[in-house]
């Protein structure tokens, strides 16, 4: 079946430096999810992509899905204490399938 | 904006009891799934319906099963409680798009912690 590779699995920074989170799929993807998890809460959508080489951004955080479809990057620049939470990658598959397959996150801890 | 809403928010149980877990989607969205995350794991998907029809399933234990009423509202049914049942379970919906491209985007709920002792 699918799955999802996300990497670094932990990533601890200090306060101002730059974050970026990896997922690599085993399939090609219709389309990927990334999804933001505060300890103790669920996840919060961030954004989607669908297109091949598709890049988007949202205030200090860029999205990127690779030309094939089947990897996929979150960057965070100039990190802040606010970001702390876990991120999860999760793929679509497409078609009539529309569950996503989660990546098993990164962990991301900020020191101030 | 409304959200996802889930009840009850905690449970606690016997080994080899039953749960009922329920699920409130937004309104208007016409898909539901269930995942199961363990405590540091990744949401794991169990199983989705689409209009009121299971449309996929994932890990669920034939333990458990799980509908998706008229008013679009879905309940995970749990029995023989293990130990192992313990953990967070998420409902998340999203409304499907149309030319067949999967592009819904999944909106989760709150979550119930399930403990089971």
């Known amino acids: 079946g699918q799955q999802v590779m996300q990497i670094p699995q932990y990533q601890h920074v200090q306060e101002g430096e730059d974050f970026t989170t990896y997922c690599n799929s085993s399939t090609t993807l219709s389309n990927i999810q990334w999804y933001k998890q505060r300890p103790g809460g669920h996840p919060v959508f961030l954004i989607q992509?669908?297109?091949?080489?598709e890049v988007k951004k949202q205030k200090r955080l860029t999205f990127q899905f690779g030309e094939a479809k089947k990897n996929s990057s979150l960057h965070i620049t100039a990190t802040q204490t606010t970001d702390v939470g876990t991120y999860f990658c999760?793929?679509?598959?497409?078609?009539?399938?529309?569950?996503?397959?989660f990546g098993k996150g990164t962990l991301l801890t900020v020191n101030p | 904006a409304a959200g996802v809403i889930q009840s009850p928010r905690h449970l606690i149980k016997e080994k080899r009891e039953t749960a009922t877990l329920k699920c409130y989607p937004i309104p208007r969205h016409d898909t539901v799934y269930w995942y199961q995350q363990g405590p540091g794991q990744d949401p794991q998907f169990l199983i989705s319906f689409y209009e009121k029809m299971q449309s996929d399933k994932g890990s669920i234990p034939d333990r458990f099963s799980a509908q998706q009423f008229s008013d679009y509202h879905s309940e995970l049914n749990m029995s023989s409680l293990e130990l192992g049942d313990s953990a967070l379970y998420f409902c998340?919906?999203?409304?499907?798009?149309?030319?067949?491209?999967?592009?819904?985007?999944?909106?989760f709920g709150p979550g119930t912690r399930l403990t089971v002792l």
């Open positions: 998340a919906s999203s409304r499907r798009g149309s030319g067949g491209v999967s592009t819904d985007t999944q909106y």
């Open positions: 992509l669908v297109k091949s080489g």
């Open positions: 999760a793929g679509g598959s497409g078609g009539s399938n529309y569950k996503l397959t």
